[in-house]
């Protein structure tokens, strides 16, 4: 079945740490997003990449980087973690092409605590 | 800021009655909605859109209303079964440009057996 994947699901790390969550999908989607959720904020964007050669700053990318190796493959980098990036992330994609167009699909996200 | 709000963080509904979940926006320019879905350890599913030129959109038990000049939009459960349990999302986006999305901060559903 079609899925998108996040790796990993859980990570403990440190401040100061370099830390990156990747994204897997096989829907074949072009577009590809990251978020984070935190407790009474909701999803907020961080970045998205329309293509492979196409990034784009989301709404909170400040101490956040991202790579499109591939269509299918997105991952987000924290470069020296701090404590208030302690959050849950998500992944996602999305057809533009598609009859609903606005709908993205989510990874089961991971869980990140930075001590 | 935060352009898409749900001011009700939960809600408890008994089994079999209405659910109602509401959601408000600031930014008049979004013209399409959604609702999204979220289980604990799950990432967030798609439950059912709204473009902005209908005022309703009704998909099996769940329905959405849109009151565009009250920035208003909510979501209908009838009737709530205790696997709508979940957390809800609503979120707002552009027909045009870039779709991304804008999420509102959730509410929490609980329905009573």
């Known amino acids: 079945d079609a899925d998108v994947t996040q790796t990993p699901r859980n990570r403990i790390t440190k401040t100061g740490k370099r830390i990156m969550l990747e994204c897997s999908q096989t829907?074949?989607?072009?577009?590809m997003y990251w978020y984070r959720q935190d407790p009474g904020l909701g999803l907020r964007l961080i970045y998205y990449s329309f293509d492979v050669k196409d990034i784009n700053k989301g709404e909170i990318s400040d101490g956040y980087s991202v790579s499109r190796q591939a269509q299918a493959k997105f991952s987000l980098s924290l470069e020296s973690a701090i404590p208030n990036q302690t959050a849950l992330y998500f992944c996602?994609?999305?057809?533009?092409?598609?009859?609903?167009?606005?709908?993205?699909?989510f990874g089961p996200g991971t869980r990140l605590t930075v001590l | 800021d935060q352009q898409v709000k749900q001011n009700s963080p939960s809600l408890s509904v008994q089994e079999g009655r209405i659910s109602i979940l509401n959601c408000d926006y600031t930014?008049?320019?979004?013209?399409?909605f959604l609702w999204y879905k979220k289980y604990p350890a799950e990432g967030p599913t798609f439950l059912i859109s709204?473009?902005?030129?209908?005022d309703k959109n009704e998909d099996g038990r769940f329905t959405v209303f849109l009151n565009k000049s009250a920035k208003h939009l909510s979501l209908h459960i009838v009737p709530s079964q205790p696997g709508d349990s979940a957390v809800y999302f609503c979120a707002a986006s552009f027909q045009t440009g870039a779709n991304n999305l804008f999420f509102g901060t959730g509410t929490r559903l609980t329905v009573i057996p």
């Open positions: 930014n008049s320019m979004f013209d399409y």
């Open positions: 829907k074949g989607h072009d577009r």
């Open positions: 709204i473009s902005s030129i209908k």
């Open positions: 996602a994609t999305s057809d533009p092409g598609a009859e609903r167009r606005h709908e993205q699909f």
